[in-house]
């Protein structure tokens, strides 16, 4: 079915962002999407350019990431064993990045249907990023969700209460430094030979392999 | 103080004092008292355990804020230590009506970064599954519409009419809830024998279904009345928050991602309309859901005679390793749009998934919806704003 909205382009051209955000774009990475990385003090003015400028009125979502690899792995060592080596050197995504901790959000036009991911660096050791909750409302929610998850604080932000954990829950639980803790009390049955099945025998266990 | 301390948590005794002083100033003119009205964590009208707190100054909502949280599993921190084809059995349970349009995202994703697409066949499959979920979903939806405010018959109707949908689902994928039936690069398993002809004999039938419903609420008069005019939502506050899905579009904004998108799935090769409604209100959200369960049954009709022959599963790996990278994909979701952002480090698990549902941002919006309205338009606008309590809290 064709309609005029499906024979827009489907990406903004990369040109159009730099000339609006100018310098307070830092990298960008263009593949099959668009990826743009902004200064971290320039978070909010740069999200407020790319709604009232390039027309991105659509809120889709704001989270953040840990590019630290995990020190626990996948969570399936061997508890007997010493701990085994890991790569913990931290390499950034699309659009590069210079912090261990990254905000990140998308947002959307509504007429051409174009999407955008915008990142942005926050500093590990006091992660505080200015709210953009006045220029997307949806932003309220989500800011307070990666408070919580990512221990990331949000400057003008009217109200940063926990949404999902207790209000007394310490550590942030989507660091990567923080463990899974069911896997740490109890080895993943996804494993091999880890737990004997109750009354089973190790033929048995070793089966569903 | 005794207020505060029973009904509301250590998390909203701030912003409570803060309404209570707004009540104050609000009170000395009308001299009426303020109370507080706790719905929830269980309530019909929640389709879960989500909880509303809500100031009142007479019938009037001054403030209210949900409390969500009672079903959060954690399922980004959870997908970090699983294998791509293990998250599917996660992720299924995320809007638990509508199972299987879950795990299509994800799976797009995954196929992205791995630069494959499914045969053909498997895309016309998981189109029909895609809106198999879809009525299934909704169809609840507009039995339950009739509960909130009454009418005890509707959802007896629907009850009747999903099971079909729900056997349907079964006999495909072995599950009636949760189907994990999607995999990288196809699907687990071709359609069942003679499933082609009942499918359509039950597309009549929904139809059908449709039409009841129809003449059955929305030309109720006390229906109109309840639903007309209330819990307005404009464009660009629409906009704003993030809906998606039918609640963005009865704000009239006319965005379907089934269209709009690029997707390896089957959408584009069938006729269907993308309804939009220009009020904005909770008539025009339940209106647009009516209308989108018959576009849903034309496109299962068409693509059932389109169907091409050939294998459902393309040549991959079997254990499959996901190349460097982040995508993201969406995807029009019976509840709006649900997307998965992933990053993938090369290795058997994602390193991140960011999971975007519909609900957290069409619920996010009930602080600014709420204040104003009348006690009992709060569980009629709430059930029509349609979330699941899955959807929300992930």
Redesign the interface.
């Known amino acids: 079915?064709s309609?005029p909205?499906?024979t827009q382009p489907?990406i903004t051209s990369v040109a159009e962002v730099k000339a609006a955000l100018g310098d307070r774009l830092v990298d960008s990475f263009h593949k099959?999407?668009l990826?743009l990385r902004v200064r971290t003090d320039a978070w909010k003015a740069s999200m407020r350019t790319l709604r009232d400028t390039l027309g991105f009125?659509?809120?889709?979502?704001l989270?953040a990431?840990?590019w630290m690899?995990?020190p626990y792995g996948?969570?399936?060592d061997d508890p007997t064993e010493p701990t085994p080596e890991r790569d913990m050197t931290i390499?950034p995504?699309?659009a590069g990045g210079a912090t261990r901790l990254q905000v990140?959000a998308?947002v959307a036009n509504?007429v051409t249907?174009v999407?955008v991911?915008v990142k942005v660096d926050v500093d590990d050791s006091a992660p505080v990023l200015e709210s953009i909750h006045d220029v997307?409302?949806?932003a309220?929610?989500?800011e307070r969700e990666a408070h919580e998850?990512f221990g990331i604080k949000f400057d003008g932000h009217p109200?940063l209460?926990?949404?999902?954990?207790p209000?007394?829950f310490e550590g942030h639980?989507?660091r990567k430094d923080f463990p899974?803790l069911a896997?740490m009390v109890k080895p993943?049955p996804?494993i091999v030979d880890v737990e004997p099945l109750p009354g089973g025998d190790e033929a048995a266990s070793g089966e569903e392999q | 103080m005794s207020i505060t301390e029973n009904v509301l948590g250590d998390r909203q005794r701030l912003a409570y004092i803060a309404s209570q002083a707004a009540d104050s100033r609000l009170n000395v003119e009308l001299e009426t008292e303020g109370m507080t009205l706790n719905i929830g964590p269980q309530h019909p009208a929640t389709h879960g355990t989500l909880r509303i707190i809500a100031r009142l100054d007479g019938e009037q909502v001054v403030w209210a804020e949900p409390s969500c949280g009672y079903m959060h599993r954690g399922y980004e921190k959870l997908a970090e230590v699983r294998t791509y084809p293990q998250v599917t059995t996660l992720i299924n349970r995320i809007d638990w009506l509508g199972s299987f349009a879950n795990e299509v995202p994800f799976i797009l994703a995954a196929e992205k970064l791995m630069e494959i697409e499914a045969p053909v066949r498997a895309q016309y499959i998981r189109t029909i599954l895609f809106e198999l979920s879809r009525i299934a979903n909704v169809s609840l939806f507009l039995g339950d519409l009739g509960v909130q405010l009454g009418a005890i018959t509707p959802v007896f109707i629907a009850f009747r009419d999903r099971e079909y949908v729900l056997n349907l689902i079964e006999s495909a994928t072995g599950g009636r809830f949760h189907p994990n039936f999607d995999r990288i690069g196809g699907l687990k398993d071709d359609l069942p024998a003679g499933w082609v002809d009942e499918t359509r004999a039950v597309m009549k039938k929904l139809r059908g279904f449709c039409d009841q419903i129809e003449d059955l609420l929305f030309g109720n008069e006390i229906f109109q009345s309840r639903t007309r005019g209330i819990g307005v939502v404009p464009r660009d506050v629409a906009l704003q928050y993030g809906l998606s899905g039918a609640n963005l579009r009865a704000s009239g904004v006319d965005w379907d991602l089934r269209r709009d998108h690029k997707l390896p799935m089957a959408w584009d090769k069938v006729d269907w309309k993308v309804w939009t409604h220009p009020d904005g209100d909770s008539f025009a959200r339940c209106w647009i859901r009516l209308q989108e369960t018959r576009e849903s049954t034309k496109i299962v009709d068409q693509l059932l005679d389109l169907i091409p022959a050939g294998p459902v599963m393309a040549k991959v790996p079997k254990i499959i390793k996901v190349p460097e990278g982040e995508a993201w994909v969406s995807t029009e979701n019976p509840l709006g749009e649900m997307g998965y952002y992933v990053v993938s480090r090369g290795d058997l698990g994602p390193f991140r998934v960011k999971i975007r549902s519909a609900s957290f941002n069409n619920i996010s919006i009930t602080p600014w919806l709420l204040r104003g309205v009348y006690v009992p338009d709060i569980v009629t606008i709430l059930a029509s704003l349609y979330f699941i309590l899955g959807d929300i809290d992930r």
């Open positions: 079915m309609t909205s499906s489907r099959d999407d990826w009125h659509y809120f889709c979502f989270s990431i840990d690899p995990s996948r969570g399936e390499r995504g699309y990140f998308r509504p249907h999407g991911t997307y409302a949806g309220n929610w989500h998850m109200d209460r926990n949404i999902y954990l209000s007394d639980p989507l899974l896997r993943w996804g």
